[in-house]
């Protein structure tokens, strides 16, 4: 059974960081894509940060670019994002996701979600 353990949300003042962690557990964390998506209120999910398998390659979108940086650990199935210099457009629940093409098949996995708010 595929679980996500999300934690590390919460209320942060602008210009604080904050660090998500996803532990996953179910499936071959190794052989998966692990992201992070957000989703703001009555935007559309949106990838904020990808990291590959194997070689750990990082993909970003630009609006967070510079600021945070996501990590993973194959042996303890966890992938985590630290988040710098929060600004008040950070805001929305972030997903923990794994993506993978495993023997031809693809496979996609979500979290529940954990809440971000930056706000003074």
């Known amino acids: 059974q595929v679980q996500f353990v999300e934690s590390g949300g919460g209320l942060v003042q602008p210009g604080g960081s904050l660090r998500l962690t996803c532990a996953a557990s179910g499936f071959d964390f190794s052989r998966y894509v692990m992201s992070w998506y957000r989703q703001a209120p009555g935007k559309e999910r949106e990838l904020v940060a990808s990291v590959t398998p194997v070689d750990e390659s990082t993909n970003y979108a630009d609006s967070v670019k510079g600021r945070f940086t996501i990590s993973r650990d194959n042996r303890k199935h966890t992938v985590q994002l630290q988040m710098n210099s929060l600004k008040p457009e950070d805001t929305a629940v972030y997903y923990c996701?794994?993506?993978?093409?495993?023997?031809?098949?693809?496979?996609?996995?979500w979290g529940q979600g954990t809440q971000v708010t930056v706000s003074s």
């Open positions: 996701n794994a993506e993978g093409l495993i023997f031809k098949i693809g496979y996609d996995y």
